[in-house]
């Protein structure tokens, strides 16, 4: 399976993003995904997270500001990035924990490209 991040660019502060993460091949279902960043010099950290049940969870520093969401028909998820600050600039990476393809066939961890997403004036 290939995840394909894209939505990503260059936002003035206090301005709005959405980024999509596309899940490709031959999927029956998909468990929790995710959103994490790195900026330079920086290690990896996550920034949102979904489950397959709709349960969120936020890092902190994004609270009240951006919101995850998912469509389980189309394999994809997003990112709505609303009052973005300088602190947000980074790139983004998608994530799914667990993609099941067949009752058989269970595999974890795959993450996407990334996508930058720079926040400036």
């Known amino acids: ?5 894209s939505g990503g660019g260059l936002v003035q502060p206090g301005g709005s993003l959405r980024l999509s ?3 490709s091949g031959s999927i029956f279902s998909i ?4 959103w994490y960043r790195q ?14 049940t709709g ?3 936020y890092a902190d520093s994004v609270k009240g500001r951006f919101t995850i969401s998912r469509d389980n028909a189309k394999n994809t998820m997003y990112l709505q990035m609303n009052s973005l600050k300088p ?3 980074a790139v983004y ?9 067949s009752p058989i066939d269970v595999r974890y961890d795959y993450w996407g490209q ?6 400036s004036s």
């Open 1 to 5: 399976v290939q995840l394909q991040a």
């Open 21 to 23: 993460c596309a899940a």
């Open 31 to 34: 468990n929790g995904v995710g």
């Open 39 to 52: 900026a330079p010099g920086k290690q990896r950290e996550l920034v949102a997270t979904i489950s397959s």
């Open 55 to 57: 349960s969120t969870n």
């Open 87 to 89: 602190e947000d600039t």
């Open 93 to 101: 990476y998608c994530h799914a924990d667990r993609v099941v393809f």
């Open 114 to 119: 990334g996508t930058q997403v720079t926040v």
